[in-house]
């Protein structure tokens, strides 16, 4: 109880973790509808220690507006200066402009990064010249012929077969 005392200076190096995104904004540009895009988004840890990150949808975002963006992971720990990569996936489902919002957090730490994602569902466009073929009556086994166009009004290649020809369909 009477012993003297010892003064003891402690000192640390105090880290918050921090990670940083390869780019936060994401635009998968025009995708067919029933097409997907697959973009590859790269986390990369700054500091000496582990990180833990995660992603989240913004409280205030519509659910419908997030689910045309689908990630590959949505959470992990990278170790020390490490860089992992994660995919994005935009998955049109109708003709129209797409755009969401998601947030990169990391765990102790207070900076957090926003990543938009934007894309536009597109559709294949095709249409006939003439739009309305009239042939009119036909007898049996004989000959009749009609010249139509079909005509590609999108920059996707089309494929058109016919069910009762082609055996391969």
């Known amino acids: 109880l009477n012993s003297p005392s010892i ?3 402690v ?3 105090i880290v918050v973790p921090e990670v940083k995104l390869s780019q936060d904004t994401i635009d998968f540009g025009n995708v067919y509808i029933g097409d997907c895009k697959i973009i590859t988004l790269q986390i990369q840890n ?3 220690i582990s990180a833990e990150w995660y992603i989240e949808i913004p409280k205030n975002a519509n659910p419908e507006s997030t689910s045309w963006f689908v990630f590959s992971k949505m959470k992990d720990t990278l170790g020390p200066l490490a860089k992992e990569n994660i995919e994005i996936t935009f998955i049109p489902l109708e003709k ?5 919002q998601f947030i990169l957090k990391c765990q102790h730490s207070p900076i957090t990064q926003k990543i938009v994602c934007t894309g536009i569902g597109d559709e294949v466009e095709i249409a006939f010249s003439p739009e309305q073929i009239n042939i009119g009556p036909v007898l049996p086994y004989s000959y009749m012929e009609t010249i139509f166009k079909i005509i590609n009004k999108s920059a996707c290649a089309v494929e058109v077969y016919s069910l009762d020809f082609d055996t391969q369909y």
């Open 96 to 100: 129209k402009t797409y755009s969401a």
């Open 7 to 9: 003064d003891i200076e």
């Open 46 to 48: 700054l500091k000496e």
């Open 11 to 13: 000192k640390a190096n």
